[in-house]
């Protein structure tokens, strides 16, 4: 299994368990090295996204290829998520 299988795998694992609530999302990677900090309305559609890797850059594709895990941190609204 290539990096971008092994990313995209854990991507989809994650999203099973998001939250459909506004928040906070964190991506890491390798000894927890922050790869990516969002913001959403809703955190699973937005994270929801990033598997579709044909739509993503370069840099994106690298990104998902490089989780190792994530973390949701949910809040009242979006506004609050920053």
Do not use: C, W
């Amino acid at each position: 299994m290539n990096n971008i299988q092994r990313g995209l795998e854990t991507l989809l694992n994650y999203i099973k368990i998001a939250p459909e609530r506004p928040g906070v999302y964190r991506m890491l990677g390798d000894d927890d090295i922050v790869l990516y900090v969002g913001k959403a309305k809703n955190i699973k559609k937005r994270i929801t996204n990033y598997s579709h890797i044909s739509k993503l850059p370069a840099r994106l594709i690298r990104m998902v290829s490089e989780i190792k895990r994530m973390e949701f941190i949910i809040v009242e609204n979006e506004a609050k998520a920053l």
